[in-house]
């Protein structure tokens, strides 16, 4: 019995640490504790913004910034934030209990997120967050940029964020460098895409009417974009896609599917309204029970496009 005794203790044993050698081996995030961000071999010189395009297509005089990736234990896509302060010491924002902004935080997050260790800052995105770090944010104010900014070099100090999404422990910083640079005047404007259909006259050159979905003023660079339409009684919106630039059929567009066929969907009787999924691709969609919903009456027809992820969504309501 003694005997019989041991090897079960062994064999308990023996299990147990199966069972911890199991769960030590599962991949697992860890939460990252060190980062760096390298000093540029151009820090001592002084940067030059120049106007190359507009938003993200901004590719002339640009700041390349590079990173050491955090270690986070595992091979994973890391998404770099770069952030610019006039400040040394970035200072969050200060919130009340309700959650609204009482003192905004000394720091401007560039627009664009890339997925590189190798970073590249556009001279639009840059001048964009150091013009609105001096109170510029306002297509209007470029006389007191032209007064008060222009061609003269400011301290701007940089850190990087880095994070994996869906994974808030993730959440890392980078150290902060000083670097000297000129912008030039850009101010961030709402983002555009265009609704494209039988609405429009299927032209993607010159479609008549324009329809423009925009982002929200105050949701700049959201990727969300809205319009409404008037559809006169008797009429209805036809078949229609997005573009997110004009010029080609082929490139650019946001459908229901890939194929270039129109997708048919029902608006909800209760809520006159529509919810689902849009793709890269040039299925147009078609609202089947137009005249149920309308009654023939003239009614306009908000559409609402999310594309701040990889999951497009659509949304499509009517009111009369």
């Not at 994996?164 to 150290?175: E, F, G, L, R």
């Not at 912008?183 to 006259?201: C, D, H």
Request: glycine share 8%; proline share 4%.
């Amino acid at each position: 019995m003694k005997k019989i005794s041991i090897l079960m203790a062994a064999a308990v044993a023996a299990c147990g640490l199966m069972t911890s050698c199991k769960s030590d081996t599962q991949p697992r995030l860890e939460k990252p504790t060190e980062f760096v961000l390298n000093t540029p071999a151009l820090a001592n010189q002084t940067y030059i913004l120049q106007e190359g395009g507009e938003g993200e297509d901004a590719t002339s005089t640009s700041i390349q910034l590079t990173v050491s990736q955090p270690n986070y234990g595992l091979g994973v896509v890391t998404q770099y934030e770069v952030q610019a302060s006039l400040s040394k010491d970035f200072e969050d924002a200060v919130l009340d209990e309700e959650g609204n902004i009482v003192t905004p935080a000394n720091y401007e997050s560039l627009r664009t997120i890339d997925t590189n260790a190798k970073i590249n800052c556009s001279a639009f995105d840059m001048a964009v967050a150091i013009n609105a770090l001096n109170g510029i944010t306002d297509k209007d104010q470029e006389g007191y940029f032209n007064e008060n900014f222009a061609g003269k070099a400011q301290k701007v100090f940089v850190r990087v964020h880095a994070y994996v999404n869906h994974a808030p422990y993730s959440d890392i910083y980078s150290n902060v460098i000083e670097l000297s640079v000129v912008p030039y005047f850009a101010v961030a404007v709402p983002g555009t895409i265009w609704m494209i259909g039988e609405y429009t006259g299927w032209s993607i050159d010159a479609p008549k009417p324009l329809v423009l979905l925009s982002e929200p003023e105050n949701a700049i660079g959201s990727k969300v974009y809205s319009a409404t339409i008037h559809i006169e009684a008797g009429a209805n919106p036809g078949a229609f896609r997005f573009y997110t630039a004009l010029g080609s059929w082929d490139e650019n567009s946001i459908g229901a599917q890939v194929d270039d066929n129109a997708v048919s969907i029902a608006l909800d009787p209760a809520s006159m309204s529509f919810e689902g999924d849009a793709v890269d691709g040039k299925g147009s969609w078609s609202i089947s029970n137009w005249a149920d919903i309308t009654g023939g009456e003239a009614a306009d027809l908000k559409m609402t496009v999310d594309l701040s992820t990889s999951a497009y969504k659509v949304y499509y309501s009517v009111s009369l």
